[in-house]
């Protein structure tokens, strides 16, 4: 998710820093978005002096320290309220005062998230959709501490790299997923009660509802351990029997099938390209 966010602000033309503690990491994502433009040139989305100028305004760092001059930093660690408190702890001791730091989540409070920080009046959430690097809305959230400006500041970013902003509240889900969850574990309990085979159901809901990707393709693509947090964290809040895990869900992701960055989830893969490449 986060190659595909800086993908976005770098075509946007900002100098953008990638952080990784994983240095393999950082390398991986830098050929998975290497891949991804050539393959936009190829298609002729893209000139080759704009993906030369792309690439030239991202760098990679596994050192912190190096996010001190970013005006902007938006966090996409996995969806862990204690990892993402920790890490806006880290950024408070080497960004600016006047740095906007957002998060990228879908299931956890922006307000609680922001409370890692010794300013939370400068945290907003900025829910980018996958996949980032194709997907122009961004759902965009409040905390009960975020300033005014920070908000309009992190809103016209937004804009200024040709994304869709929609202001939502800091609710689990926001718009998207607290619709989709219920959506795709029907998909996944119709997979699990026999109705039709996992391809079957995604060729029905495209053709017959106009949808570029299916329930089962989408919960490949974003992790089926990711289906599984937005389910616990919308569950608890609505009681709605459509948000609980489906058992077939929790037993694939025991059984290590994640989707797409496993190999296999509801479909199998090849090669580890970023979607769209």
Not at 174 to 183: K, Y
Not at 189 to 206: F, L, S, T, Y
Not at 216 to 224: A, F, N, P, S, Y
């Amino acid at each position: 998710m986060g190659a595909g966010i800086a993908l976005v602000a770098a075509r946007a033309g900002f100098a953008t820093v990638c952080f990784d503690r994983s240095g393999d990491g950082l390398e991986k994502a830098a050929r998975q978005s290497a891949g991804f433009l050539d393959k936009s040139v190829a298609r002729g989305k893209l000139d080759s002096a704009k993906r030369d100028q792309v690439l030239t305004s991202m760098s990679q760092t596994t050192r912190i320290e190096d996010l001190a001059d970013c005006d902007l930093v938006i966090e996409a660690v996995f969806e862990d309220l204690a990892a993402k408190r920790e890490l806006l702890g880290r950024l408070d001791a080497v960004c600016a005062e006047d740095t906007i730091f957002a998060s990228n989540t879908s299931t956890l409070s922006i307000t609680e998230i922001a409370s890692g920080s010794k300013r939370p009046e400068r945290a907003v959430g900025m829910h980018f959709c996958l996949p980032a690097q194709l997907m122009k809305l961004i759902e965009m959230s409040p905390g009960i501490l975020t300033s005014d400006d920070t908000f309009k500041t992190a809103w016209q970013w937004t804009e200024a790299c040709g994304q869709t902003p929609v202001k939502t509240q800091d609710k689990p889900g926001f718009i998207l997923n607290a619709l989709l969850v219920p959506f795709n574990n029907d998909a996944i309990r119709a997979v699990e009660a026999g109705v039709a085979e996992p391809a079957d159901i995604d060729r029905a809901i495209k053709a017959g509802l106009g949808y570029k990707m299916g329930p089962l393709e989408l919960i490949d693509l974003i992790g089926l351990d990711t289906q599984v947090r937005l389910c616990e964290a919308f569950y608890p809040i609505t009681l709605d029997p459509r948000a609980a895990t489906p058992p077939l869900l929790r037993r694939m992701v025991a059984a290590g099938l994640l989707g797409r960055k496993s190999g296999r989830g509801f479909f199998t893969y090849e090669g580890n390209s970023m979607f769209g490449a």
